[in-house]
C-alpha cells in the first residue's frame, strides 16, 4: 500500500502561531510570532534556532504548517529528538493549545491566543532574538571597550604617559626651615614661610639633582634686592645679608624631598650639596650711613650666563631609579618638555608636565625655551625625546620675559665630577 505523505491544506482562517520559549538562547519568555511555516533547527536558514548540540549534526529536524484551521508539526530529522506533551514525536501531529514541544534542550509552548503580557517577553517575528537585558549588556560592554581604548589613545598622546616610567625619579624639593650659624656652632633656627616648594630629581649613577636657588631661596628673592633694608621683611633674606658682611656666619636651609604622594623620603642640607659659586654676583646696597652686600645669581643686565650657577648636586644612596643624562643635542628632538611641582593641592604638590619649544643657542652654552613657566618648576629635569631614547639635557632655573632659562647638562655633569 502507498502511503500519501502528509499534505497539509491551507490555513481557512488567519490563525497566527505563538511559540514561546525559556532557555539560555533565546532569553526567558520570549515569543516567536508567525502565520506562515516555521522552520526549527540549527542551521542558518531555520526560521527558529535551537541550542546547538555536540551529539547532534546542524540540521532542520522539524517544520510546524498551518493546516486549515490548525497548526501540524511535521519531523524532517529521523533520529532528531523531538517529543510532543511528553511522547516522542512521529511523522506528523496537530498542535493545540498548550501542547509543549521538546527538541532536546529547548522547550516551547504553543499558542494560537498569545500569550499574556506578565507571562510573556518581547514580541519577534522572524529568527531568533536575545533579550533586551542581553543586548543592553552587550551594549554596554561595547561601549566600556571603547571608552578604555579611547582613554588609553589620550593617555598614550600625554606626556605623562611617554615619560610615566622617568616620572618615579622626581620629586618636590621644599625648603621648610633655616639654621644659621656662628664659627659652625648654631645660633638661631627660624622657619621658611611660607615653605618655598621646587623640583629635584635623581640622576643616574645616584646623585640628587636640583636647582641651586632651591635651597639659598634668597638668592633669587629680586623683590628684596633694594637698597632700603628696613622693607626686607624675611628674615631669612636679613639674615643672608649680616652673613655677607661676617665672615662667621653660615646659613644651612634644610629640605624634605618629597614623593608624588606628598610623603617624605629624605630629608638633606644644603651643605650636603655641591654648588658652583664662581658665577654669584655680589651687589653693593645701601644708602652712605647704611650699607650692605647682596650676592645673587640673578644678572641685573640681562647676562643670562651668570645664572649657569644655579645647579646643586648631592649624593643619593638609591641609583636604582635614576634618570639618563644626555648630551647637548645636535638634532632637532621629537619632543621637548619640562616636569616640576608648581601645584599644591591639599598639602600634596602634584607633578605637571609641561610641553613647550626648545631654543637652541649656541653661545655662551645656555638654553632657553619660548614659554614661561610658573614657580615650582625651578630645579625639575627638561627632556628630550629623540624617537624612542629619552634623555635629560638640563634643568628650569627661572622664567623671565616670556622666556624660561634652562642650565645645560653640562653644568651637572661638572659638580658630579667634584662629588667623585
Not at 296 to 311: C, N, P, Q, T
Not at 348 to 373: C, H, I, M, N, Q
Request: net charge negative; charged share 25%; with cysteine.
Amino acid at each position: 500500500m502507498l502511503i500519501e505523505p502528509f499534505k497539509p491544506n491551507a490555513m481557512s482562517e488567519a490563525i497566527r502561531l505563538h511559540l514561546r520559549t525559556a532557555d539560555a538562547l533565546h532569553g526567558k519568555g520570549d515569543l516567536y510570532c508567525s502565520d506562515a511555516p516555521v522552520r526549527i533547527g540549527q542551521t542558518p536558514e531555520c526560521d527558529f534556532r535551537l541550542i546547538p548540540h555536540p551529539d547532534f549534526a546542524d540540521g532542520c529536524y522539524a517544520v510546524i504548517v498551518p493546516d486549515g484551521d490548525r497548526w501540524c508539526i511535521i519531523r524532517q530529522e529521523p533520529g532528531a529528538d523531538i517529543a510532543l506533551n511528553g511522547v516522542r514525536l512521529g511523522m506528523a501531529a496537530p498542535l493545540r493549545e498548550g501542547d509543549r514541544l521538546d527538541f532536546d534542550r529547548t522547550q516551547l509552548r504553543v499558542s494560537f491566543a498569545g500569550f499574556t503580557a506578565d507571562g510573556a517577553g518581547p514580541l519577534y517575528v522572524k529568527g531568533h532574538r536575545h533579550s533586551p537585558v542581553l543586548w543592553g549588556g552587550l551594549i554596554a560592554l561595547l561601549l566600556l571597550v571603547l571608552g578604555i581604548l579611547g582613554y588609553l589613545f589620550e593617555q598614550s598622546r600625554s606626556l605623562d604617559w611617554l615619560y610615566r616610567s622617568e616620572t618615579k625619579s622626581i620629586y618636590a624639593v621644599r625648603a621648610d626651615s633655616l639654621i644659621v650659624l656662628r664659627d659652625g656652632v648654631p645660633i638661631a633656627a627660624l622657619p621658611v614661610t611660607p615653605a618655598r616648594i621646587g623640583t629635584g630629581f635623581v640622576a643616574d649613577g645616584g646623585y640628587f639633582v636640583t636647582a641651586r636657588h632651591c635651597l639659598e631661596f634668597w638668592l633669587c628673592d629680586e623683590a628684596e634686592l633694594r637698597a632700603d633694608t628696613a622693607s626686607i621683611r624675611s628674615e631669612a633674606v636679613r639674615w643672608a645679608i649680616r652673613a655677607e658682611l661676617d665672615s662667621s656666619l653660615a646659613l644651612r636651609t634644610r629640605v624634605a624631598i618629597l614623593d608624588r604622594k606628598g610623603r617624605e623620603v629624605a630629608r638633606l642640607s644644603s651643605d650636603a650639596f655641591a654648588m658652583d659659586k664662581s658665577r654669584d654676583h655680589l651687589y653693593e646696597c645701601g644708602t652712605a650711613t647704611e650699607a650692605y652686600l647682596w650676592r645673587s645669581i640673578l644678572s641685573r643686565y640681562s647676562r643670562w650666563d651668570a645664572e649657569l650657577g644655579d645647579v646643586a648636586v648631592a649624593r643619593w644612596p638609591d641609583s636604582r631609579e635614576g634618570l639618563i643624562l644626555g648630551n647637548f643635542p645636535e638634532e632637532a628632538a621629537s619632543q621637548f618638555a619640562l616636569f616640576g611641582y608648581p601645584e599644591v593641592e591639599s598639602g600634596t604638590p602634584r607633578l605637571v608636565p609641561f610641553a613647550t619649544e626648545l631654543t637652541y643657542v649656541s653661545l655662551p652654552g645656555w638654553l632657553l625655551v619660548r614659554d614661561e613657566v610658573t614657580a615650582g618648576y625651578s630645579g625639575g629635569p627638561a627632556f628630550v625625546r629623540i624617537g624612542g631614547r629619552k634623555s635629560v639635557i638640563g634643568i628650569v632655573s627661572r622664567s623671565s620675559d616670556g622666556r624660561t632659562l634652562i642650565v645645560p647638562v653640562d653644568e651637572i655633569k661638572k659638580l658630579m665630577q667634584s662629588l667623585r
